[in-house]
């Protein structure tokens, strides 16, 4: 039986999400260790996004083939082992053909910014402090050359291989409320740090260091040194992964 | 010279602010060792505010005496050296009879609620879930009767010593947004987990446990087991010392 669960974690202390040979302190392996003790056997699960060190999740999907315990019953079985920053949120069984990576239709990736000259303390692991001024306006204005179907490979981390870096962005939407700013950032799929990027370029653009109108020329540029910093992990979240 | 200090912090992995004996985690002691540090002397700093284990502070105050840095450079000194839950905001000279605790006129505590089915995962040390439905207005009718001064017996912590346990609340004002209830205490001063009682009583009135008109009672009572439970401490912030 294919078993698919919705899962939520807060990122700041763990070393992302894919499973490593040198650290045990990422989520998956901690799913799985669970999984473990729950049914006695070695489970590998399968995640719909590898979110980095640092990176949360609201709704991180996984599956894995296991039939020792009814399917809708795993999220609070799970929950009665995994630590506190870590919780399922549902789990359903699905038809054995189901791949959360490769069926993902969409994602929405959220990136929260508090922008504001005082430090942040108790936002630290939740969000990027931005001082500088930032210009809403010609954050949403740049934004919006992103829409569509580009090579986003300006807007991929160095060192990545990938078969292709096409990839649609279906929407964009930027909020300002007080100090805090949301992109909400809505694809087919993302590449590497694709949401960091897009985050890091935007806020240079909203305080001018790059100029708004250079988007396109960026995207088409098909070059990582065109585009922005790498805006840091704490303030992303993978929110939803859509079938 | 008397120096004043402003300072923010997140309190989930201290044991409070105060210094104890059997724990070297608390917010005063890690200040005092960083003070240490910058000046080679042993300082006792005096705070505003005794904040329990888990319990956050936007705007806690401590004093202390000392000359070796000019006071204003105090703030940047300490966050050289302080872990990043702890950030100083500001620091000044001030009178040599200035108290932090003594002289302050009034405090600012807010209380974070989320009223919300599914349980919160990033935001666990930081507000208090609540997953019965809540009625807001009648949490407000009941909070009206907690205005002025009363003896707040009622909602001191057991085994509390205290000169007396009358107290002045010059406002509280509930906010909803979407899932969130912001619970806004302004007063002349506060008992040992006065704040957190009340707004646990206020949650057992807004979900029907307790009748929202008794507040009066509860007050005229003073005897805590008439009060509501004491909320998580997570939940709280000190937001806001007067002088």
Known sequence: MR??????????????????????????QTIERCLC???????????????????????????????????????????????????AISSEAVFDDFHSRFDAKGKKYRYRILNQKRP????????????????????????????GEHDFSSFMAARSFVHTSVREIYSIDIEKNREEIIIDVYGNGFLRSMVRIIAGTLVEMG?????????????ADKNRLSAGITAPASGLYLMEVEY
Chains 1, 2 share one sequence.
């Open 3 to 28: 078993v698919k669960v919705i899962v939520e974690y807060d990122g700041s202390h763990y070393s992302g999400w894919q499973r490593q040979i040198n650290s045990d302190t990422t989520v998956q």
């Open 37 to 87: 003790k729950l049914t006695g056997k070695s489970i590998t699960i399968h995640g719909a996004g590898r979110t980095d060190a640092g990176v949360h999740a609201v709704g991180q999907v996984f599956h894995f083939d296991e039939d020792s315990i009814p399917a809708d019953k795993y999220a609070s079985a799970l929950n009665s082992k995994l630590p506190h920053d870590i919780r």
């Open 120 to 147: 942040i303390v108790l936002q630290r692991n939740y969000a990027w402090r931005v001082y500088q001024d930032l210009d809403i306006d010609k954050m949403r204005m740049a934004a919006a050359d992103l829409l």
């Open 207 to 219: 305080h001018g260091q790059k100029d708004y109108r250079d988007m396109k020329k960026i995207i």
